[in-house]
């Protein structure tokens, strides 16, 4: 057995506190290297109705457990994958590609998500409305009930977590669907919860092709939410059915995030920053800035030195200490990115640097910079979710939020500016649901993270986050004279 397999985790189904397997499987390819690592079990349709079963059975436990007891078991299976890091790190790099620092990243992070909700499933407080003396207004949060959610690939960890962390810190039971070549973070966290002691059939997972589980489970009418964070195109298809049944929805959709430099800032320092902050992950964040829009008086320093870092930073395989940039996650992103990339330069976009695929074993796409690309270019309104940046000239600042709102996205933005009077104009025209100035970090656990326009519906962290896992009950009590 090569040490890939030893360090990957068998995958299995867990449904009602037990790993099952399936005799359907499909492979599960280390992008790196394009070597299986592991078998993803495809869930069949009884099985589902057995998750369905198990997650409100759990629901009923976990609704009428104390949120304090709560909060003890999602806390002790935080303080297990604290514990775990390095082995679920390797899983994730594994899986993905994505270089080990980040994914020792990514775990704490997820660590954090459930954290914070922890502590806010406490905290959600209902309220009492003045009445007159023989009535009483009550208004109560209940948990809503089983979740359907789905998670993407390009955070195997935190985004299961954020997921999972959202729900059962309301009292919700989950069935969650990871993303298909990506579950070994999943199986991690479901490991630890099983071993922090919570009830069964509370965390549900299950593995398989994508459009036949959420056919399934988004009608049943026990599940009484839809939360997905992926593509706009399926977040559309998935709202559209859970509307046929009146199922309210949660989506973390697409993005295409603008970054506006204005001119009194250092170009330099901004250059070197944005160039780490957009190959993190190679570029596959719904957060990456990626449509630079810098103002011209300091657009040459701004390229000089974002090509600099690029040529920096090292491209490898995600398991070695020193890799910068991995592979992207699988082979159809190679083909969008050189479609995207070709298109540009035939709109008259200038290629600074990268542009291709790496020729030796692995989906790795060079670090790409493209620049001065025209607005009718597909990647001016597609995002590439790979390592390519675009850099544009612009002459103001209104300019610069003219082109940031010319997409159908509104996720993440981000400006660079010492102004007090840009901040302003920025906080008021600037359409998204996330404004970073003077950092390229989008969301932390505590604040609401989400988009507006095409980039989705509801908010994730935050205070805000937990209400979408609950309902609200107005209580009218007549207590009589
Ligand atoms: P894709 O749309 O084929 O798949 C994206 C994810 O959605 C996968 O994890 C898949 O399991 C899931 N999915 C697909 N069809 C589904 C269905 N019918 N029901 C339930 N889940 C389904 O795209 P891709 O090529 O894998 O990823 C590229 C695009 O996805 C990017 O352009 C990006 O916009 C988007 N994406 C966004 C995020 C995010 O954090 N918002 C994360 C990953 C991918």
């Known amino acids: 057995m090569n040490t890939e397999t030893q360090t990957y985790p068998s995958i299995r189904l867990f449904i009602g506190g037990e790993w099952v397997n399936s005799k359907e499987h499909l492979p599960i390819i280390n992008p790196s290297n394009t070597n299986q690592i592991g078998k993803l079990p495809v869930v069949r349709q009884e099985q589902l109705n057995n998750a369905v079963s198990a997650a409100e059975e759990g629901f009923k436990i976990w609704s009428r457990t104390a949120p304090l007891e709560r909060s003890r078991i999602i806390l002790e299976a935080s303080r297990l994958m604290r514990q775990r890091c390095e082995e679920i790190a390797q899983s ?62 390009n955070f195997p960890m935190s985004q299961p977590a954020r997921k999972i962390a959202g729900a059962l810190a309301s009292g919700c039971s989950v069935i969650l669907k990871p993303a298909e070549n990506t579950p070994a973070g999943s199986i991690h966290i479901a490991r630890a919860f099983e071993d922090a002691g919570l009830p069964p059939g509370v965390l549900n997972l299950v593995f398989g092709q994508p459009a036949d589980i959420s056919e399934y489970l988004i009608p049943r009418e026990e599940i009484r939410l839809v939360a997905f964070t992926g593509s706009t195109a399926v977040g559309r298809s998935l709202t559209m059915l859970a509307s046929e049944h009146m199922t309210p929805v949660l989506m973390e959709l697409g993005g295409h995030a603008p970054v506006i430099v204005c001119d009194d800032v250092d170009a330099q320092e901004v250059g070197v920053l944005s160039a780490i902050r957009k ?50 996650a699988h082979y159809r992103r190679l083909e969008v990115l050189q479609g995207l990339v070709n298109d540009a330069i035939e709109w008259g976009g200038k290629l600074l640097a990268g542009g291709y695929r790496r020729i030796d074993k692995g989906y790795f796409f060079e670090p790409t910079v493209l620049s001065e690309v025209p607005s009718d270019s597909e990647i001016m309104q597609v995002e590439p979710f790979g390592p390519v940046a675009v850099i544009n000239p612009v002459r103001s600042l209104e300019q610069g939020i003219e082109l940031a709102n010319s997409v159908p996205f509104g996720l993440a933005a981000y400006a660079f500016t010492h102004s007090a009077a840009n901040v302003d104009q920025l906080i008021n025209e600037v359409e998204a649901g996330n404004l970073s100035i003077n950092t390229l970090e989008a969301s932390v656990p505590e604040t609401p993270f989400g988009g507006v326009k095409a980039s989705g519906y509801g908010r994730e962290g935050g205070d805000e986050g937990l209400l979408h896992y609950t309902i609200v009950k107005n209580v009218m009590h007549n207590i009589g004279t």
């Open 279 to 328: 190959m993190r992950n190679s570029g596959q964040v719904c957060t990456s800035p990626t449509r630079f829009f810098v103002h011209e008086r300091l657009y040459p320093d701004f390229v000089k030195s974002f090509l600099r870092q690029v040529r920096t930073m090292k491209v490898g395989d995600g398991l070695s200490e020193d890799t910068d940039i991995g592979p992207v």
């Open 92 to 153: 994730i790099s594994l899986e993905l590609g994505k270089p080990i620092r980040q994914s020792r990243l990514e775990v704490i992070r997820g660590c954090e998500f459930f954290e914070w909700d922890a502590a806010e499933g406490q905290r959600l407080y209902g309220r009492v409305i003045p009445s007159a003396p023989h009535i009483r207004y009550l208004v109560v949060r209940q948990p809503i009930g089983c979740v359907a959610s789905f998670s993407p690939w």
